[in-house]
Nanobody, 121 residues
């Protein structure tokens, strides 16, 4: 069983930056595909970015967000720059044990509890 714990959310003005962190418990972190998703009120959970040997971003965050990971610390990060009010959401860290990467929520096996990010205009 893997537990994921997010931190680093909060309130920021438009144009500002935040860095989210997600620490995973247990072994095998380096073999997991790790991703960030987000869910705004009244909307479905959507893909933001994933990291395996490569990285991949949703078009809405490309050029502004950066996903990275430190396997020695069992941690994945999401650096968010040039934040916009439409980035306001609960952000979730997710881990997949599958051999392929995916943007589909159904392919992720473990989820964090989520952390609020609010961007004011």
């Amino acid at each position: 069983q893997v537990q994921l714990v997010e931190s680093g959310g909060g309130l920021v003005q438009a144009g500002g930056s935040l860095r989210l962190s997600c620490v995973a418990s247990g072994r095998g972190f380096s073999s997991y595909n790790m991703a960030w998703f987000r869910q705004a009120p009244g909307k479905e959970r959507e893909f933001v970015a994933w990291s395996s040997g490569n990285v991949y971003y949703a078009d809405s965050v490309k050029g502004r967000f950066t996903i990275s990971r430190d396997n020695a610390k069992n941690t994945v990060y999401l650096q968010m720059n040039s934040l916009k009010p439409e980035d306001t959401a609960v952000y979730y860290c997710a881990a997949s044990t599958r051999y392929y990467t995916s943007t589909d929520v159904k392919t992720y096996d473990y989820w964090g509890q989520g952390i609020q990010v609010t961007v004011s205009s």
